[in-house]
């Protein structure tokens, strides 16, 4: 299974919506969130959601950004409004995946995304 996604370069104020779509083959796709690592830092949740679409968020994003899935596509989506110079890191989606036999927690391979001031 592998997950992928896009960023981009945004201005200050702006908005940016990320995207990750999951490819495989897999039985269905649990919990997805997004995450995202500063040079030097952890890996920190932004956004997650459940498969019946019941969110949390960041408390630095709440408000500003919307985490949303559609499960006939497998994709999960980050609706990121209002961004701030403080936003720019490497976003990272994930997933927890189920087969018959097996559950599989998957990173992305990150995207950046930079808000310039």
């Known amino acids: 299974v592998q997950l992928q996604a896009w960023g981009g370069l945004v201005q200050a104020g702006g908005s940016l919506r990320l995207s990750c779509t999951a490819s495989g083959s897999f039985e269905r796709i649990d919990d997805m969130g997004w995450y995202r690592q500063g040079p030097g830092t952890q890996r920190d949740m932004v956004a997650a959601i459940t498969r019946y679409h019941v969110t949390d968020y960041e408390d630095s994003v709440r408000g500003r950004f919307t985490i949303s899935r559609d499960n006939d596509k497998n994709t999960v989506y980050l609706q990121m409004n209002n961004l701030r110079p403080e936003d720019t890191s490497v976003y990272f989606c994930?997933?927890?995946?189920?087969?018959?036999?097996?559950?599989?927690?998957?990173w992305g391979r990150g995207t950046l995304v930079t808000v310039s001031s």
């Open positions: 994930n997933a927890r995946f189920w087969g018959k036999t097996w559950s599989l927690n998957k």
